[in-house]
C-alpha cells in the first residue's frame, strides 16, 4: 500500500490535484494485476518522501479510472508523468529506477 505522502487520484480529484496544483506532480499510472507497477510503487514511496512539501506524488489506478487513462492516452503502464502548471512536461513508459525519476523530477521543482 502507498505511504501517507501519496495521494490516491481519481477521475473525480483528478483536475482538483493535479492540473490546478501549484505544485509540480508526479503521476504513477497503474493496475493491480501489474508486476512492473508493484516494483515501482515503492520507489514512488521514497520519492513522495524525498520531495515531501516540493512535488506531490500522487498514484492513479487505471483500471477504476478509465477518463483519466483515455485523457492522457496511457496505453502501457506504469507510465509515470510530470505535470507542471496544468501540463505534461515529462513522460515514462515502463519501469524506471530511482535516479531516472529524480534527475526528471529536478528539472521541474
Not at 28 to 46: H, K, M, N, Q, V
Not at 51 to 80: A, C, H, W
Amino acid at each position: 500500500m502507498a505511504s501517507e505522502k501519496v495521494q490516491t487520484l481519481t477521475d473525480t480529484n483528478f483536475e482538483q490535484s493535479v492540473i490546478k496544483s501549484s505544485q509540480p506532480v508526479v503521476v504513477d499510472f497503474w493496475a493491480e494485476w501489474c508486476g512492473p507497477c508493484r516494483r515501482l510503487a515503492p520507489t514512488i514511496d521514497e520519492l513522495a518522501s524525498d520531495y515531501d512539501g516540493r512535488v506531490v506524488v500522487g498514484k492513479l489506478n487505471v483500471d477504476e479510472n478509465p477518463v483519466i487513462q483515455s485523457r492522457f492516452m496511457i496505453m502501457g503502464i506504469p507510465t509515470v508523468l510530470i505535470f507542471k502548471g496544468g501540463d505534461v512536461v515529462e513522460q515514462i513508459v515502463g519501469l524506471a529506477d530511482k535516479t531516472a525519476l529524480k534527475k526528471l523530477i529536478d528539472k521541474h521543482v
